[in-house]
């Protein structure tokens, strides 16, 4: 079992990695990481607030309670809420990605979306890493309203598409969760290049086969 500085180390890394290659940009976007219930029940690790991802301090990463209420480090990021109520929902996630990444929000502002699955069946890699994608109306932020609605959604989707704002993303681990935010993200990048194009998309044999062989 990692330890907490271990953990913090490890946000910091990943931070990094992916403010290095354009996932994040200036202080959006934020990771948390689930502590252990020995630790700390309930509670997580999350980036603090105006930090950037690119220049994180693993000793100033925020220590926050299943509250919200903080333990150490600087304040936390204002989506705090977000990721308690992805963990509330969903007891077996280890770690949550917020980004504000580029074609994930682009897909995010488009019209006549459905709701219920944002993103198409394109690669059998975002089907085993996403699967459906549903979309969370607009909120602004900071609105606690967000985590509800999230919440609503999370105990059958690790992943969430914020409208006009970005993803949300869990995993069982950090590089889990951080490896699936990542193909959400280059699968939106793929959805918006083939705009226009006769396109084929996985089926729903092919689908239910990927299921079979990488059940979830």
């Not at 607009?138 to 006009?164: C, M, Q, S, T, W």
């Not at 089926?203 to 062989?213: A, E, K, P, S, V």
Request: some cysteine; glycine content about 8%; proline content about 7%.
């Amino acid at each position: 079992m990692p330890s907490e500085s271990d953990l913090r180390r490890a946000v910091a890394r990943h931070g990094r990695s992916l403010y290095d290659r354009r996932y994040a940009h200036g202080s959006s976007g934020n990771i948390s990481v689930r502590l252990p219930d020995d630790v700390l029940p309930g509670g997580m690790l999350i980036t603090p607030t105006n930090s950037c991802m690119g220049d994180l301090d693993p000793d100033r990463i925020s220590k926050v309670a299943a509250d919200g209420t903080l333990l150490a480090g600087d304040p936390p990021s204002k989506e705090a809420f977000l990721h308690l109520a992805m963990y509330a929902a969903r007891p077996n996630a280890g770690a949550v990605v917020h980004l504000h990444c580029t074609h994930a929000v682009c897909v995010s502002c488009l019209d006549e979306l459905d709701p219920a699955n944002v993103l198409p069946p394109i690669t059998a890699y975002y089907v085993m890493r996403i699967g459906r994608l549903p979309l969370v109306p607009y909120f602004r932020p900071g609105d606690k309203g967000l985590a509800a609605a999230v919440g609503a959604l999370a105990a059958d989707h690790h992943a969430v598409l914020l409208a006009n704002h970005g993803p949300v993303v869990a995993g069982k681990t950090l590089d889990d969760a951080v490896y699936n935010a990542e193909e959400l993200e280059e699968t939106a990048r793929l959805y918006l290049m083939m705009e226009g194009r006769k396109t084929r998309w996985l089926t729903t044999g092919q689908i239910d086969d990927l299921g079979r062989h990488f059940p979830s």
